[in-house]
C-alpha cells in the first residue's frame, strides 16, 4: 500500500481533532448564536456574537464562540488570531491553545499544532481531548518521516510495515469531534476592578499547619457532668456567659472565609476546597455539580506545589448574608502561573461564609 500525499488524510486528521466548543453563559445573545451555530446559520450567529461584544469586548466566552464561527466561515486567519489572543489574555484557559492546534494542522503546520496542544497540556495536564490529538499529531508526522524513508528506500520494509499501521489507524472512518467546555475557570463579563489594598494576602502551603477547616455544620459541646458533691442552686450562681451571635454584615468574617478557600486550595486539600461552596452554588457552565467537583478534583488533588495569592480584596454587602468580594488572583505551581481578576459570591450559612458565586475576568 502506497503512501499518499500529506494532505490526504488532512480531512480525517480534522474529523478527529474536533474544534472545542464552548458552554455559554446564560445570555440571550449567546444562547441564541450557539442555536444559530448548530443550525449551519453562521451569518446570523456572527451577527448575535458581534452585538453581544459591542458592551463586553473582554469577555472570553464571547470571544471564543466568534473564533469557532470564523472558522466555519472558512477564515482561518482571522480564527487564528482570535484564539492566539485568548491565550495572550486568558492563558490558563487550554482550550483556545487546542484550537489553534487544529486550525495549524489544517494549514500543515504540524509543528505549530504540537506546541499548542503540548501548552494546553502544560495548562491543564487532565485534558484528554488534547491528549488525543497530540496522539493524532504525532501520528501524522510519523507517517510523513516513513513516507520520506520509502521514497529514499522502496525496499524498507520495516518503514512499510509502520506506515500501514499508521494508515489502518485512519480507515475506520473518522471519530466524531469531541466537543469540551470552557473551563469553569473561563472568564465571564467583566467584574469590577477592586480598590488597590496596601498588601497582598499571599496563600502559601505550610506543611506543619493544621488542615483548613471545611464548611460543615458545627458539633454542639457535650453537656458537662454536674457534679453531685454540690448543691445545684451552687452552680447556679455563676451562669456561663451567653455568647453573642457574629453581626451578619462582618468582612472580617467575610475575608477569613476567601482566606480559608484560597489556603485549603494551595495545600491541595480537596475536600477543604469544596467544602467552601454553598449547596446551591452556581458551576461557571452551568454544568451539574458533581461534574464540577471531579473536575476541580482532577486539578487540584494532584501532588505540586501550590501558591494563591489574593491581593486587594474589597468587600461589598448586597444586603444581610450575602457578600461580594473583589480581588487579583495570582496563581502559581511548579508547570504554571496566571493572574486574573476574580469576584465571589458568598451567603452567610449559620456562623460561615460559603461561596454561590466564582466569576472569573474583567
Not at 291 to 320: D, G, L, Q, S, Y
Request: with cysteine.
Amino acid at each position: 500500500m502506497t503512501f499518499k500525499p500529506a494532505a490526504a488524510h488532512l480531512a480525517t486528521i480534522l474529523f478527529c481533532m474536533g474544534l472545542t466548543a464552548p458552554v455559554l453563559a446564560q445570555n440571550d445573545d449567546l444562547q441564541e448564536a450557539q442555536q444559530l451555530l448548530k443550525q449551519g446559520q453562521t451569518d446570523r450567529a456572527m451577527e448575535r456574537v458581534d452585538q453581544y461584544l459591542k458592551t463586553r469586548p473582554k469577555d472570553a466566552r464571547g470571544r471564543f464562540l466568534r473564533g469557532i464561527l470564523l472558522t466555519e466561515q472558512n477564515k482561518p486567519a482571522d480564527a487564528i488570531r482570535v484564539f492566539t489572543e485568548l491565550t495572550q489574555d486568558y492563558p490558563e484557559l487550554p482550550e483556545p491553545y487546542n484550537n489553534l492546534a487544529v486550525l495549524y494542522a489544517s494549514q500543515g503546520q504540524y509543528d505549530k499544532a504540537r506546541g499548542s496542544l503540548e501548552m494546553a497540556i502544560r495548562t491543564h495536564p487532565s485534558y484528554a481531548t488534547a491528549h488525543e490529538n497530540l496522539g493524532d499529531i504525532y501520528a501524522k508526522m510519523a507517517s510523513q518521516a516513513y513516507d520520506k524513508a520509502l521514497q529514499l528506500d522502496k525496499g524498507n520494509q520495516a518503514a512499510q510495515t509502520k506506515l500501514n499501521l499508521i494508515k489502518d489507524l485512519f480507515t475506520g472512518g473518522p471519530r466524531p469531534p469531541k466537543v469540551a467546555a470552557l473551563t469553569q475557570n473561563a472568564p465571564k463579563a467583566a467584574a469590577t476592578a477592586p480598590t488597590p489594598a496596601p498588601a497582598a494576602r499571599p496563600i502559601t502551603p505550610a506543611p506543619a499547619a493544621p488542615a483548613a477547616p471545611q464548611a460543615v455544620a458545627p458539633k454542639t459541646a457535650a453537656a458537662p457532668v454536674a457534679n453531685n458533691k454540690e448543691p445545684a442552686k451552687e452552680a447556679a450562681k455563676e451562669p456561663a456567659p451567653l455568647k453573642t451571635a457574629p453581626p451578619a454584615n462582618n468582612p472580617d468574617a467575610v475575608l477569613k472565609a476567601v482566606d480559608g478557600w484560597a489556603t485549603a486550595w494551595a495545600n491541595n486539600d480537596v475536600d477543604g476546597y469544596l467544602a467552601r461552596y454553598a449547596p446551591g452554588f452556581k458551576t461557571p457552565d452551568g454544568e451539574p455539580r458533581k461534574e464540577w467537583e471531579a473536575e476541580r478534583r482532577t486539578r487540584i488533588a494532584k501532588p505540586r506545589k501550590i501558591e494563591v495569592r489574593v491581593e486587594a480584596p474589597k468587600v461589598t454587602f448586597n444586603e444581610a448574608n450575602r457578600a461580594t468580594v473583589t480581588f487579583r488572583q495570582h496563581y502559581r505551581s511548579n508547570t504554571f502561573k496566571a493572574s486574573a481578576n476574580k469576584t465571589l459570591v458568598l451567603v452567610r450559612s449559620g456562623n460561615q461564609w460559603l461561596i454561590q458565586e466564582e466569576i472569573v475576568g474583567g
